[in-house]
């Protein structure tokens, strides 16, 4: 066990001896904390009703799409994640093998997160890479 102690993990499940399974790692911590903030609508969480991001389901996909999702998850992680020292956000597209493409795709209607973050008390940057997809009609 580490300084910061474990937490529960997110999304709830068990591990091998049937009880609670919990993260001890501080980048586990940290991005388990970056994925509930991104899934996380406001207002779900009646204690912190300020907590995730607005609904974008019937928003346009457009640059301008794009630069409001990647300001407002970054302004959520800032204010609720005290593990991280700088952000930066940036909204692209997942290719089929995975990798993230940096220019959004209208016709695709999917919006991948690229989170760049680094911890405090570390000066090495870390990523991960959140999908976010929107069903379309077609």
Same mark, same amino acid.
């Given at each position: 066990?580490?300084?910061? #102690?474990?937490? @529960?993990?997110? +999304? ?5 001896? #049937? *009880?609670?399974? =919990? ?16 899934? *996380?609508?406001? /207002?779900?969480? %009646?204690? @912190? +009703? ?6 974008? %389901?019937?928003?346009?996909?457009? /640059? #301008?799409?794009?630069a409001r999702l990647g300001y407002e998850v970054?302004? &959520? ?6 593990l991280v020292a700088s952000v930066q956000v940036? !909204? /692209? *597209? &997942?290719?089929?093998? #995975? ?14 997160? $690229?989170? =760049?973050? =680094?911890?405090? /008390?570390?000066?090495? +940057? ?5 999908? @976010?997809?929107? $069903?379309?009609? !077609?």
């Amino acid at each position: 066990m580490n300084i910061q #102690g474990s937490c @529960l993990s997110f +999304p709830f499940r068990a591990d091998l001896r #049937g *009880t609670l399974a =919990t993260v001890s790692d501080r980048d586990a911590m940290i991005r388990e904390s970056i994925a509930a903030i991104i899934e *996380t609508r406001k /207002g779900e969480r %009646v204690m @912190l +009703p300020d907590y995730g991001i607005a609904d974008y %389901v019937f928003s346009v996909v457009d /640059g #301008g799409f794009a630069a409001r999702l990647g300001y407002e998850v970054k302004i &959520q992680i800032e204010r609720y994640e005290p593990l991280v020292a700088s952000v930066q956000v940036q !909204a /692209g *597209t &997942q290719a089929e093998d #995975g990798q993230f493409i940096s220019r959004l795709v209208v016709d695709e209607q999917r919006v991948a997160l $690229l989170v =760049t973050y =680094t911890a405090r /008390g570390s000066n090495m +940057p870390r990523n991960l890479v959140y999908p @976010l997809w929107r $069903l379309s009609d !077609a």
